[in-house]
T-cell receptor
Framework: GAGVSQSPSNKVTEKGKDVELRCDPI?????LYWYRQSLGQGLEFLIY????????KSGLPSDRFSAERTGGSVSTLTIQRTQQEDSAVYLC?????????????FGNGTRLTVT | GENVEQHPSTLSVQEGDSAVIKCTYS??????FPWYKQELGKGPQLIID?????GEKKDQRIAVTLNKTAKHFSLHITETQPEDSAVYFC????????????FGAGTILRVKS
């Protein structure tokens, strides 16, 4: 079946512009996660949605970052007033539940370059 | 919060040899330890995981061991093949945080043929 889909695959933007990154999780998965991967680094947790619960936003690095998940499915990560240090690969993952350690399935990411 | 350290950062082995990657974690409450493989331009893929009530788990050429007392866990790949070349990440989480994983910094594995 279809995996996690992210768009766009690449995004180049000028410093100060806003960007929106989209994630389509696997159908039926109730949990959705955003991670950030900087060049040569591990994955940094950003935000986590589980069903209708309030999202866990503890990993968002600043108030320029926000995310929504509409209808329990598609999610959008928005970065306002982008800075050069925002350049990274943004990865989305989904899992069938938010508990019991069901495996995370990752998309291929959006590579964001801020010039 | 949890901190996961991973070693080595790069590892080169000859085809057919074994590869071992080690991780340590700081939070004794962590109880789930997955390993992910990431190929160039792709997202990470789960290759094996282990829960804290198990000391070792094997899946064909891949095995993971966990030492809860020492708070470390390791990935073992035997009979390495060129297609094993990738970046490998360990991670840890605890039940109360759902599947929110804390990742190590990654190991670049190169298998030379």
């Amino acid at each position: 079946g279809a995996g996690v889909s992210q768009s766009p695959s690449n995004k180049v933007t000028e410093k100060g512009k806003d960007v929106e990154l989209r994630c389509d999780p696997i159908s039926g998965h109730t949990a959705l996660y955003w991670y950030r991967q900087s060049l040569g680094q591990g994955l940094e947790f950003l935000i986590y949605f589980q069903g209708n619960s309030a999202p866990d936003k503890s990993g968002l690095p600043s108030d320029r970052f926000s995310a929504e998940r509409t209808g329990g499915s598609v999610s959008t990560l928005t970065i306002q007033r982008t800075q050069q240090e925002d350049s990274a690969v943004y990865l989305c993952a989904s899992s069938s539940t938010g508990t019991g350690h069901s495996p995370l399935h990752f998309g291929n990411g959006t590579r964001l370059t801020v010039t | 919060g949890e901190n996961v350290e991973q070693h080595p950062s790069t590892l080169s082995v000859q085809e057919g040899d074994s590869a071992v990657i080690k991780c340590t974690y700081s939070d004794s409450a962590s109880n789930y330890f997955p390993w992910y493989k990431q190929e160039l331009g792709k997202g990470p893929q789960l290759i094996i995981d282990i829960r804290s009530n198990v000391g070792e788990k094997k899946d064909q050429r891949i095995a993971v061991t966990l030492n809860k007392t020492a708070k470390h866990f390791s990935l073992h790949i035997t009979e390495t093949q060129p297609e094993d070349s990738a970046v490998y990440f360990c991670a840890a989480s605890k039940e109360e945080y759902g599947n929110k994983l804390v990742f190590g910094a990654g190991t670049i594995l190169r298998v030379k043929s």
